[in-house]
């Protein structure tokens, strides 16, 4: 995995609300045009992952209290830093829904960069194996599976790459309870 960790970005630790499991990831994409440079110069990614944080701070009738999603998926595979592990969404639509799924987006958007690579799949991959390592159960949806919305837009970022889509993590084995009867005693 290449991870770029929010203290390569000179960002402090997230102040978003702690929540250390979901039911699993939603993927989502810039939805504007993002530019094609991005594909040959990744610190075009870095700067596009701080625009977006810069952007979400500076956002008042969101109030975001940082960058809304967990992380981002780059074109040259690594995996950008954002709220991280264990820390509430408000990439999803409202709180019912920022609780019930982790976010990974992609560095893609509606023209220009709007197709993924293998590496992004990859980084998509690794991150959602990561967020199952750390509470994230086995869902993977798109944004607009909950919300009326068209994100992720036409493209999959969970499929279609050479490395396989994470294995649902094992399930627990249910233990049957059973009562226990006292035992008779005698008088």
Same mark, same amino acid.
């Given at each position: 995995m ?20 979901a039911k ?11 530019s ?10 870095v ?8 952007s979400?701070l ?9 960058? @809304?999603? #967990?992380? /981002? ?5 690594? =995996? %950008?830093?954002?709220? *991280?592990?264990?820390e509430? +969404?408000? !990439?999803?639509?409202?709180? @019912?829904? #920022?609780? /019930? ?5 992609? =560095? %893609?958007?509606?023209? *220009?960069?709007?197709?993924? +690579?293998d !590496?992004m799949?990859?980084?998509?991959r690794?991150?959602?194996e ?18 009326a ?5 036409d ?25 226990r ?7």
């Amino acid at each position: 995995m290449k991870l770029v960790a929010r203290t390569q970005l000179g960002w402090p630790a997230s102040a978003a609300p702690a929540q250390p499991t979901a039911k699993g990831v939603k993927v989502h994409y810039e939805g504007t045009a993002v530019s094609e440079d991005l594909l040959t110069n990744h610190a075009l990614c870095v700067a596009e992952w701080k625009a977006i944080r810069k952007s979400h701070l500076a956002n008042n009738a969101e109030n975001y209290s940082d960058v @809304a999603y #967990n992380y /981002a998926a780059c074109p040259h595979g690594y =995996l %950008l830093e954002g709220r *991280g592990i264990g820390e509430r +969404t408000g !990439a999803n639509g409202h709180q @019912a829904l #920022n609780q /019930a799924h982790y976010t990974i987006v992609a =560095l %893609l958007g509606s023209s *220009g960069l709007a197709t993924p +690579t293998d !590496a992004m799949l990859g980084a998509f991959r690794d991150g959602i194996e990561l967020l199952r390592k750390h509470g994230a159960g086995d869902e993977i949806k798109g944004h607009r599976d909950g919300y009326a919305t068209a994100c992720p837009g036409d493209v999959s970022c969970t499929r279609g790459s050479s490395r396989a889509l994470p294995a649902p993590a094992p399930s627990r084995p249910r233990t049957r309870r059973t009562r226990r009867t006292p035992a008779p005693t005698s008088s």
